[in-house]
């Protein structure tokens, strides 16, 4: 007869809190930078895997402000109930410029000790990491977690956040599109990314967006986009969706230049902080809960002062000092589809090029 096991928390893996590292009794959860959904399903991970490990967990508010602050919650299994299908983050986040200097950063160790956080774990980006890397530095060891909608960590294919964001991106673009089309205008959407075009490329396939301008790719406006308004127009194309990346340059800026260059009506549509909020993807929810998971496994096999990340479908790890020295390029092949597919518009003389 088949065996069922229910796996709850408190059930599973039991048999290895025996295993657990003795130095950490107590493990502090923070989230820094900007937000991103998904962070609270991470927040839930970390507290619920710690406890069932016999930790103690306590939540920093604010981000590394809260460690200055003595912003110190304890936290309990009930401390993150109903918190896993909601945006931002119940630990609230924070930019501390006091925490990048060294004095802020042997403060916030010492707030550390006097709180009996023994091991800290960092829900947030790079500059977060770097904020890692200076608290290892002071004697606490640390664990990053990549959760930023920007999917701009190189040693991680996936940051939290990213799908939900793109998710909404999307929804916005495809609403946008209906009064562009009604009214034959050109709309520039300008996404976030101020360094990264991810969301803005996957966004521009996944709208079927004419062009797609991107921090990576240096581009010309007459070549890459008026010239190519125009040979679609030939086609009888009258409405436009040009999605641009935050780190290209300013939306309105572009659209005023293209409503100059080419006569055609044309509006700026900046989405902005929007793509941060709401209920996190699956696929946020999942990673997240997976790398949180993760992340205490860790600690409680004493392995410190790492960064957590996606490699394939795998959740993998890396020291933190190499995860910052790495570097990630955009997918080429994601270019080449957006490319091909905009560029196959100008091809046909149909009236039906609708894209
Ligand atoms: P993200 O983590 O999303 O990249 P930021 O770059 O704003 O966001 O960094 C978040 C916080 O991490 C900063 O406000 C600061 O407290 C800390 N931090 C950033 N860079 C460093 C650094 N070089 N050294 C120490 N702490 C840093
Ligand atoms: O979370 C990353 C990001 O969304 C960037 O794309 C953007 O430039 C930045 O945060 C803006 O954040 P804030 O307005 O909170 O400074």
């Known amino acids: 007869m088949q065996q069922m096991f229910i796996i709850g928390y408190g059930q599973e893996r039991k048999g290895e809190v025996t295993g657990m590292n003795n130095d950490i009794k107590t493990i502090g959860v923070l989230t820094s930078g900007g937000d991103a959904p998904g962070m609270n399903a ?26 200055l602050t003595n ?25 501390c410029l006091e925490f990048k200097t060294l004095e802020g950063q042997q403060r916030a160790a010492q707030a550390c000790r006097d709180a009996g956080i023994d091991a800290l774990v960092v829900i947030g980006g790079d500059g977060s990491f770097r904020g890692c890397k200076d608290m290892a530095a002071q004697g606490i060891p640390c664990i990053g977690i990549p959760g930023t909608i920007d999917n701009d960590i190189a040693c991680s294919d996936y940051t939290i956040g990213y799908d939900t964001a793109m998710n909404t991106a999307v929804e916005m673009i495809d609403k946008l599109r209906d009064t562009t089309q ?12 101020r360094n990264a075009g991810y969301i803005a490329l996957n966004t521009g396939i996944a709208c079927g967006a004419l062009v797609t301008l991107i921090p990576e790719v240096p581009y010309d406006l007459e070549r890459d986009v008026i010239s190519r308004m125009k040979a679609t127009q030939k086609t009888g194309k009258r409405h436009f969706i040009i999605i641009v990346a935050e780190g290209v340059g300013r939306a309105h800026d572009i659209a005023n230049e293209i409503q100059s260059r ?11 902080h929007v793509q941060r909020g709401g209920s996190p993807s699956l696929r946020d929810r999942v990673t997240a809960s997976r790398m949180g998971y993760h992340a205490v496994e860790l600690l409680s096999k004493g392995i410190y002062n790492r960064v957590v990340a996606t490699k394939a479908e795998s959740i993998v790890d890396y020291d933190i000092a190499v995860a910052l020295s790495m570097y990630k390029t955009i997918d080429t092949s994601l270019l080449d589809i957006a490319g091909a597919i905009s560029r196959s518009c100008l091809l046909y003389t149909s009236d039906a090029a609708d894209e």
């Open 182 to 193: 009604s009214h034959d205008r050109c709309s520039v959407v300008e996404v976030m990314g």
């Open 71 to 95: 912003d110190i919650i304890d936290m309990n299994v009930r401390s993150v109930s109903e918190i896993i299908h909601r945006g931002g983050t119940i630990l609230y986040t924070a930019r």
């Open 262 to 272: 080419t006569g055609i009506d044309s509006r700026a549509t900046v989405l902005g």
């Open 42 to 67: 991470a927040i839930r991970a970390v507290v619920r895997a710690a406890i069932t490990r016999g930790y103690k967990v306590k939540g920093v508010r604010h981000g590394y402000n809260g460690l």
